[in-house]
């Protein structure tokens, strides 16, 4: 009797595999975007979200395939219909709580329905101008909306009137506006589908009166899938956004500790989170190395920083430190949205290895692919966010580096995020180490690009007291405290010229009252490189000294007019009695006082103080020209009348 053959069992996340069973065009369109087979989400939400009535609650680690788990679903409901949506009504709608994000999710639909013949002979119509022709079949047809400047309220409108999409992708401020409009329908015999991205973002106090506004206009009737790396923050607000009986997926990430314990992680396994120990003068060097050692060279990196305005500082210096091939990219949220979109663009589709130097604006939700490398120069303010700038390397299998760097005040983060369940190792390879000598060397180097524009000074000024202000708000304020930096170390890392005028310096016992650090500098000759910028610099720096010479001038002729008249007071009332001699040397006291004061004054203020003090005498100056020129102009207006009423008092005009 022949032996029998066991069937190998069939891998349940193979997309044949789940249930119900994915059209043919959909498995092309995922073999295509990379994914083998499912990703753990994927593969839990599919039956639930697209094949059952279930309203889904999905926590998955970041990088996990979130975005494609909610896409499927949403298209197979709409495709499932027995007809095409209605012109000017809408079948699902996809929330996010940044433009980016939605921009991206956007393109992931846009580029998976590209495998959809129906749906894709209508994409071009939607660039154009041309009203889109109708069909027999149900299609996918989305319109992104991202708000900011990138298009108008009425512009979006017109181009649902005229593309009649059945998905809106939006950020909450931006549909709340197209969903007001009357032309714009969801009943129910229409809407399928409503998506929160980012979800506990979205529940966040600054976003609930918009989503609130949003679900107002939509059918109670309807499934809605909350989607999200932290969904446990935002269970008690589920209820909120009218989640009927929902089914929690909750896709977590195990792995073997030594010793044989198995530890729940909340990251991918692809992904190594390490610290590195440094003085705040040794990170930037220690950045250097890293890029220079790591094997093989990272791609794409991300480096994160505190502030807006430390992004606009190091953007400016990194090119000088960081190894040459490497292309450098700021972003942060203060730029202007085309801005922001064109350096988003810059990072995701450079050729060469490129930086991205950014803030916690894109710690989450965007989707930055084949991230190798990321590299926290400041722990985040917020510990949450800790998770989510690691998650921008080791996506979807993907080996990736994350490196923290803590001064050695801070090492308490480390325990702090092991009670998180959020472990970190030290760095061990590459191997970094930094000498005091070389912290200097970059630090002069720095502050060689800085003496070569005042504008850097400047900006360096500004992102080292934002930094601070940051740092002091620290969530964990008991490790991160401000009482334990050390001045002096931090004004290398910066490379300050001077450091600025803070409350926290006065407090400081470790601040020793100088400001200037090294050479000082010769602040009239410390120019600008922008010829405009200095060209103004110069013209307020001679107002201001003309101002002071006429002002000295005059004090001194007042001065002396005074004393004469005090003289000739005093000759005056030789005869009177002795209190009047009194009032004559309190006068003399108190303007000697004045005096006093105001030199004291003048020479406690900064450079900048000086400079501001010289425009804001400059303009009090123009306006009191002005002022004159327009009473002169009054007055001869007054004459010029007063001459042409005495003119005619001699003309006769005839009698009533």
Request: hydrophobic residues 40%; contains cysteine.
């Amino acid at each position: 009797m022949a032996p029998e053959t066991k069937t190998p069992m069939k891998d349940p996340r193979a997309w044949d595999a789940l249930t119900p069973p994915l059209a043919e065009w959909i498995l092309d369109a995922v073999s295509s975007m990379g994914f083998a087979r499912a990703t753990p989400v994927q593969a839990s939400v599919w039956p639930l979200f697209g094949g059952g009535n279930k309203d889904v609650v999905v926590e998955a680690v970041t990088g996990s395939g979130k975005t494609l788990s909610f896409l499927l679903p949403l298209v197979h409901r709409i495709l499932r219909q027995e007809e095409p949506t209605k012109r000017h009504h809408v079948a699902a709608i996809v929330v996010a709580p940044t433009k980016e994000l939605a921009g991206q999710i956007h393109g992931a639909l846009t580029s998976l329905i590209a495998f959809h013949p129906e749906s894709a002979e209508l994409l071009p119509y939607l660039g154009g101008e041309e009203k889109r022709p109708d069909t027999s079949l149900p299609v996918v047809v989305p319109q992104l909306l991202s708000g900011g400047n990138t298009t108008t309220t009425a512009q979006d409108l017109s181009f649902f009137l005229r593309g009649s999409p059945n998905v809106l992708i939006s950020t909450p401020g931006r549909l709340v506006e197209l969903l007001s409009s009357p032309h714009v329908h969801c009943p129910q015999s229409s809407f399928e589908v409503l998506i929160l991205d980012e979800a506990d973002r979205l529940l966040d106090l600054g976003f609930k009166p918009d989503l609130q506004k949003i679900l107002s206009r939509l059918p109670k009737q309807r499934r809605t899938g909350l989607f999200s790396a932290s969904v446990s923050e935002a269970v008690g607000e589920i209820i909120r956004v009218g989640l009927r009986n929902p089914v929690k997926v909750a896709v977590k990430v195990k792995s073997l500790k030594t010793g044989g314990i198995i530890e729940e992680r909340r990251t991918p396994a692809s992904l190594q989170m390490s610290y590195l120990m440094a003085p705040a003068s040794h990170k930037l060097p220690s950045l250097t190395q890293l890029l220079e050692k790591l094997d093989p060279r990272p791609q794409k990196s991300i480096v994160f920083l505190s502030t807006c305005a430390a992004v606009d500082y190091f953007a400016h210096i990194l090119p000088v430190l960081i190894p040459e091939g490497f292309d450098l990219v700021p972003l942060h949220g203060k730029y202007d949205a085309k801005v922001r979109e064109k350096n988003f663009s810059k990072f995701l589709n450079s050729a060469q290895p490129s930086v991205l130097l950014t803030t916690d604006v894109a710690a989450r939700g965007l989707d930055f692919p084949q991230v190798d490398l990321v590299v926290q120069i400041d722990p985040p303010s917020d510990p949450k966010s800790f998770l989510h700038r690691c998650g921008r390397a080791g996506r979807a299998g993907r080996r990736g580096l994350s490196v923290i760097f803590l001064q050695p005040a801070e090492e308490d983060y480390i325990p702090f995020l092991d009670v998180r369940k959020t472990p970190i190792t030290p760095l061990a390879h590459p191997e970094i180490f930094v000498a005091n000598e070389d912290a200097g060397e970059t630090a002069e180097r720095i502050r060689e690009a800085v003496r070569r524009d005042r504008a850097l000074h400047d900006k360096a000024q500004k992102a080292f007291v934002s930094w601070v202000r940051s740092y002091s708000k620290h969530t964990a304020s008991s490790i991160f405290r401000v009482a334990d930096l050390d001045w002096a170390d931090l004004a290398l890392a910066w490379g300050l010229l001077r450091l600025p005028k803070m409350p926290e310096l006065r407090r400081s016992a470790s601040f020793d009252g100088d400001r200037f650090l090294g050479a000082r500098v010769d602040w009239d000759a410390y120019a600008y490189a922008s010829k405009d910028r200095e060209k103004l610099r110069l013209a307020s720096l001679a107002a201001y000294r003309e101002e002071q010479e006429e002002g000295s001038e005059k004090k001194a002729t007042k001065e002396t007019a005074a004393e004469e008249h005090k003289a000739k007071r005093k000759r005056n009332a030789e005869a009177w009695s002795a209190k009047h001699e009194q009032e004559d040397v309190r006068a003399l006291r108190r303007d000697k006082k004045k005096r006093r004061r105001e030199a004291e004054r003048r020479h406690g203020l900064t450079d900048q103080e000086k400079d501001r003090e010289m425009d804001l005498e400059r303009l009090l100056l123009e306006v009191r020209k002005k002022n004159q020129e327009k009473q002169a102009v009054a007055v001869a207006s007054a004459t010029a009348a007063a001459d042409r009423d005495v003119a005619g008092d001699d003309e006769f005009e005839g009698f009533d």
